[in-house]
């Protein structure tokens, strides 16, 4: 009968799609630095406490909706339709709960102060200062240190501890790189810390999960973890070969579109702060011509298609 | 104005212009047939102006069943389109209107609606009363509800839909959404926030003070109890949502800066505001889910529900909580580490009285009887889904772990599964449950289990499998992806379970239609067996005033009791019933609403002045004549007798 295979099929379902997915696909359960690491520890942790929960409820479950079912061959002494309570019962069943709450409270306590920090592994070292900057719907990475500036990918040495310093210029945004660590959102006018490590060399994948808008699903980045001595070379080579960042060239990358990867041998630091500054991007797209609704109208209206402006003539 | 027109009306889209085209059929053919069989007086005398609980609960059922509709072929093609990687089918644009008003029709006019229309039909009868407190402020909020849906629904042929989200953040809906999209948003919530806030007003007082003689708190029915907790959720969650609202209308249409990012607007505070509404709303809708489930499942187990106290205080838990929690909507921005934490343990203790109230359903059902009709299978369906769904959100409340989940297909899976498997089986479960209260012959029990095995096993289909696509790295609100990625295969198996969630909903609508042509009519009140008083009544469709004797209660399921006692039947004596007039202002002044709400939406100050004006009109015509209006008629004792017996003889 359909009934007694039903509750099992989420549970069946489940299994053949976690074959079926290979479980190398997914990332998020195959960190590649500290941070994940503590995240997918402590994923893993919930996943076996709720899969023994979600086990018992589903045996128990399926067992009274087998022996209790309407039948010709009921047994009559089954059936108590007065039984209304027990309060040992209820009493039992809201003491598990909150142990299952507490243990899983507790690591989730301990992982939460451990992320604001540097990754002990690496305690000695003094960590690298980037600043993450979310532009509809690109991303704009500075090393003030090094006075390098790079859009849609950064590099970084691997085994060393990365200080991002997450903002927006625009919308709000989140810095996620599933393999290295969680997010944190990039807001304007504010700026967010958040300490990544990467394990091995590699490209990982880096992007904008929040909503941003029309290209938000672009709104990617290359993690790039290298050697060291790669990493300083890079620098170095960057700091010698790569264009300046003027000031146009950074207005430009202030226009709502998605760009190519770029990099330069300044920073946008002296050019303005999102941290500080968060009507920048909008003056920026006011100069030249792209009107979104906008603060400078001294009427304040919503005009900022051509449809609306027609009928506020009319 | 022939400008203005043409510059709104979206023509440029296939799909929108098949549907502006079978809008307007839909419009002709409904005219048609209306003046044809000339109609136009029964639907404003019968329907428009009923303040009948009864009758507005079934107009709210229909336009939730629309909405389903509507959100539904929204969920379809979002489906369609994320099925294949690269795929052309939609472009982002229109997938962002697409998820955008999908995520609100659901919640807002499809969900919400759908369970008031429910607790409309059913409370009043759960009480013994003979109709809610206030009808015609009733009649107000549903007109007002439906005012505000039609003028959400006409922004995807009408100037566009908006495309932020259901959550709407800024500044992306101020400074990043121009057009006229979000202002419908904001106005059309707004406009059915007034008819939400006025229902939860309204079902209080009615709860509190319209409950038959003997019927203590302790002897209302789960539902009843749910409605109770639920509209004080309302009366403390809507304001927030009516203020938070209007202050965007200020940031976008009188250049305030509450939340912009220019001018010293705080974008962060839009999202605390909304979530601050936002949770508690996702209790709202799922507390009478809860509710539902209970009045079934002690039916079809033909046993009283366990723990009936302890269910009760876990109920008020669970609201008391609701409001504490909205932080996790936000873990990643960036709060201190004790922030998080408290957040993250008021989240997971939620799952303490949750996890209660699933024991005592599983001891409702242990030693019982179970029969499994239609909205059985719904209800028992309801446990194991929604114990996936509630373990889930227990996992993304831990706030380290929520690092990775927030924002992913993780976070969908879940919702879905706490929406879909709480609210949507509930409404489906309830709807079977008191199809013969509202029409008078049950749904097709046949269809109804083809439609639930369809939706249940489609839904289970379409949503585990994106639990993976989360750790897969796959962010929401994506309208495509690329081969890359390595998300092709689950999300290819999710739209086949759209597929049959979408095969199970036709045949919930046929089945509609089938039973009307062929069910069995129903001779009593009592389709069931059933335990509590909305089965008492003695015809199958209560007559307008109820019951013609206000029945006494003496103890919980106090109608099955009765019905065990059995034997003498004492002649009843009738009395003459006191009941309200029909109304038209409430119609009237929600339509006022809708002019008004439109014209903000385009900054036609005119038609807002004008609208506005003619909503205090109302009011003040309303406070004129209420004295007289309010006096409403009675029924006389020779027509109840002859209503009583009409049906003494059919049975
Ligand atoms: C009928 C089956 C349904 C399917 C196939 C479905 C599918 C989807 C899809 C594909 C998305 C967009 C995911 C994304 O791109 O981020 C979505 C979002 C959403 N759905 Fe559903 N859905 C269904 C039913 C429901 C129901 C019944 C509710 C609520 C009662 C609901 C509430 C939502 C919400 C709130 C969102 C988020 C919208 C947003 O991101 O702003 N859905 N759904
Ligand atoms: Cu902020
Ligand atoms: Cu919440």
Redesign the interface.
């Known amino acids: 009968m359909f009934k007694k295979i039903k509750p099992f099929m989420p549970i069946v379902a489940g299994l053949s799609l976690l074959v079926l997915s290979g479980c190398s696909d997914l990332i998020v359960l195959d960190p590649k630095g500290p941070v994940a690491a503590t995240q997918r520890d402590l994923i893993m942790l919930s996943i076996y406490f709720m899969l023994g929960i979600v086990a018992v409820v589903f045996v128990v479950f399926t067992f009274i909706l087998v022996k209790y079912r309407d039948r010709k061959e009921f047994n009559d002494k089954d059936y108590k339709p007065d039984m209304h309570g027990s309060v040992k019962l209820e009493i039992i069943w809201t003491i598990i709960p909150v142990i299952i709450v507490v243990v899983l409270a507790v690591p989730n306590a301990i992982a939460l102060y451990e992320l604001k920090g540097q990754p002990e592994s690496t305690a000695d070292k003094e960590p690298i200062v980037i600043q993450a900057t979310a532009v509809d719907w690109k991303w704009i990475f500075s090393y003030p240190e090094e006075n390098i500036e790079t859009v849609n990918y950064v590099n970084v040495p691997e085994d060393y501890p990365i200080l991002f310093k997450v903002t927006a210029a625009d919308s709000m945004a989140s810095f996620w790189v599933p393999q290295i660590g969680g997010q944190i959102y990039g807001m304007p006018g504010m700026v967010n810390d958040l300490f990544l490590q990467a394990d091995e060399p590699g490209v990982y994948e880096g992007r904008n999960s929040n909503f941003t808008g029309e290209g938000m699903a672009h709104q990617e980045f290359d993690f790039v973890a290298l050697e060291e001595e790669d990493y300083r070379n890079w620098v170095e080579e960057t700091q010698e070969n790569e264009p300046k960042l003027t000031k146009g060239t950074y207005e430009k990358l202030m226009l709502p579109e998605t760009v190519e990867k770029m990099t330069f041998s300044s920073t946008h630091l002296n050019i303005v702060d999102h941290g500080q500054n968060p009507a920048y991007a909008m003056k920026i797209r006011e100069k030249y011509g792209i009107r979104e609704k906008s603060e400078g109208n001294e009427d304040g209206k919503v005009d900022g298609n051509d449809s609306n402006e027609s009928h506020s003539n009319h | 104005?022939i400008?203005?027109i043409k510059?709104?009306l979206i023509l440029d889209d296939p799909l929108i212009l098949g549907a502006n085209i079978s809008i307007l059929l839909t419009v002709i053919g409904i005219v048609f047939v209306l003046t044809y069989f000339k109609k136009w007086k029964w639907l404003w005398s019968e329907w428009i102006t009923t303040v009948d609980h009864k009758k507005i609960g079934i107009m709210y059922i229909l336009a939730a069943l629309v909405m389903l509709f509507r959100g539904g072929v929204d969920a379809l093609l979002m489906r369609a389109q994320l099925t294949v990687p690269n795929n052309a089918f939609l472009t982002?644009?229109k997938y962002?209107e697409i998820f955008t008003t999908h995520g609100t029709i659901m919640i807002i006019f499809m969900a919400m609606p759908f369970l008031i229309g429910l607790m409309n039909v059913v409370v009043p009868l759960q009480i013994g009363a003979r109709d809610v407190a206030f009808p015609y402020l009733n009649s107000l909020s549903f007109w007002s509800f439906m005012f505000g849906a039609i003028l959400f629904n006409i922004s995807f042929v009408f100037?566009g839909s908006p495309?932020?989200?259901w959550t709407n953040?800024a500044?992306?809906a101020?400074?990043?959404?121009?057009?006229?999209g979000i202002?419908y948003y904001l106005l059309g919530l707004q406009i059915s926030g007034i008819g939400t806030l006025l229902t939860g007003i309204n079902l209080i007082v009615t709860i509190i003070k319209m409950r038959a003689p003997g019927m203590t708190l302790l002897r209302m029915p789960m539902f009843t109890w749910t409605t109770l907790v639920t509209a004080f959720i309302i009366v403390f969650a809507f304001p927030i949502l009516t203020v938070t609202l209007a202050l965007m209308t200020f940031d976008?249409?009188?250049?305030t800066?509450f939340f912009?990012?220019?001018?010293g607007g705080n974008?962060?505070l839009w999202?605390n505001l909304f979530w601050m509404w936002g949770h508690p709303e996702v209790y709202i809708v799922v507390l009478p889910a809860f509710g539902i489930f209970s009045e079934v499942i002690s039916t079809f187990?033909?046993?009283?529900?366990?723990?009936?106290?302890?269910m009760i205080i876990s109920l008020v838990g669970i609201s008391l909580l609701s409001f504490l929690v909205w932080v996790h909507h936000?873990f990643?921005?960036?709060g201190?580490?004790a922030i998080?934490?408290i957040f993250?343990?008021t989240t997971?203790?939620i799952?303490?009285p949750t996890?209660?109230k699933?024991?005592?359903w599983?001891?409702t059902?242990?030693?019982?009887?179970?029969?499994?009709t239609t909205a059985m299978l719904w209800a028992?369906?309801f446990?194991?889904?929604f114990?996936?769904g509630g373990?889930?959100g227990?996992?993304l409340g831990?706030?380290?772990?929520?690092?990775?989940y927030?924002?992913?297909y993780f976070l969908v899976a879940h919702f879905h599964y706490t929406l879909i498997a709480g609210v949507v089986f509930a409404c489906f479960s309830g709807l079977v449950y008191w199809y013969p209260k509202m029409f008078g012959h049950k749904l097709n029990e046949r269809l109804g289990k083809w439609a639930f095995?369809f939706f249940?096993?489609g839904f289970?289909?379409c949503f585990?499998?994106q639990?993976?696509l989360?750790?897969?790295?796959m962010?929401?609100?994506?309208?495509?992806?690329v081969p890359e990625d390595?998300w092709t295969?689950?999300n290819v198996?999710s739209s086949i379970g759209a597929l049959g969630m979408g095969i199970g909903f036709v045949f919930i609508v046929y089945n509609i239609y089938y039973s009307f042509r062929y069910a069995k009519r129903e001779t009593t009140g009592d389709s069931w067996d059933g335990r509590t008083l909305e089965w008492a009544t003695t015809t199958a469709i209560p007559p307008h005033y109820n019951f013609a004797v206000i029945p006494e209660v003496k103890s919980l399921d106090t109608f099955w009791f009765n019905k065990q006692e059995t034997g003498k039947k004492e002649k009843v004596e009738y009395k003459e019933i006191h009941m309200p007039n029909n109304a038209g202002t409430p119609f009237i002044m929600s339509a006022l609403m809708f002019v008004a709400g439109f014209g903000l939406v385009?900054?036609?100050w005119w038609m807002a002045i004008l609208g506005g004006l003619g909503i205090i009109a109302c009011m003040v015509i309303r406070s004129l004549r209420s004295h007289k209006e309010d006096e409403g008629f009675h029924v006389s004792v020779e027509e109840i007798k002859k209503t009583e017996q009409s049906f003494h003889e059919e049975a």
């Open positions: 104005m400008d203005f510059d709104n982002s644009d962002n100037g495309d932020a989200g953040y500044p992306l101020i400074e990043g959404s121009p057009g006229p202002n976008r249409s009188f250049g800066h912009t990012l220019t001018g974008t962060m999202s187990a033909r046993k009283t529900l366990f723990g009936y106290k302890s936000f990643t921005m960036g201190s580490a998080n934490n993250s343990i997971m203790a799952a303490i996890g209660i699933i024991f005592n599983l001891g059902l242990y030693k019982s009887r179970i029969q499994y028992v369906a446990i194991p889904t114990v996936i373990v889930t227990v996992m831990m706030a380290a772990a929520d690092f990775q927030h924002n992913s095995w249940a096993i289970n289909v585990l499998p639990f993976l989360g750790f897969s790295g962010p929401r609100r994506v309208y495509t992806y390595g295969l689950l198996i385009f900054d036609l």
